[in-house]
Nanobody, 119 residues
Framework: QVQLVESGGDLVQPGGSLRLSCAAS????????MGWYRQAPGKQRELVAT???????NYADSVKGRFTISRDNVQNTVYLQMNGLKPEDTAVYYC?????????????WGQGTQVTVSS
């Protein structure tokens, strides 16, 4: 099993910044993909960004140029630096972990952290 614990969600004004963190523990396979997804009320969960162990990244078009994903492979932690926040970024943000070498790529999820962008 893999456990994920997120932190960093908060209420922030439009144009502000936040940094989310997610620490993974348990049966960690060194080669994996960690990422962030979000779900706004009444909407489906959507990709925000992912990052592979070797550093390749993928971003949703809506956050490109504003959000940056990074990771610490020693600490098994992934970060999401969010700048230029907009009200439409308001959502519960979920951390994810998966590896093609573990349980056929099953995706593990954190409990979520609330990000609210409002004046």
């Amino acid at each position: 099993q893999v456990q994920l614990v997120e932190s960093g969600g908060d209420l922030v004004q439009p144009g502000g910044s936040l940094r989310l963190s997610c620490a993974a523990s348990g049966s960690i396979i060194s080669i994996n993909t960690m990422g962030w997804y979000r779900q706004a009320p009444g909407k489906q969960r959507e990709l925000v960004a992912t990052i592979h162990t070797w550093g390749s990244t993928n971003y949703a078009d809506s956050v490109k140029g504003r959000f940056t994903i990074s990771r610490d492979n020693v600490q098994n932690t992934v970060y999401l630096q969010m700048n230029g926040l907009k009200p439409e970024d308001t959502a519960v943000y979920y951390c994810s972990w998966s590896s093609s070498y573990y349980r056929a790529g099953h995706v593990y999820w954190g409990q979520g952290t609330q990000v609210t962008v409002s004046s």
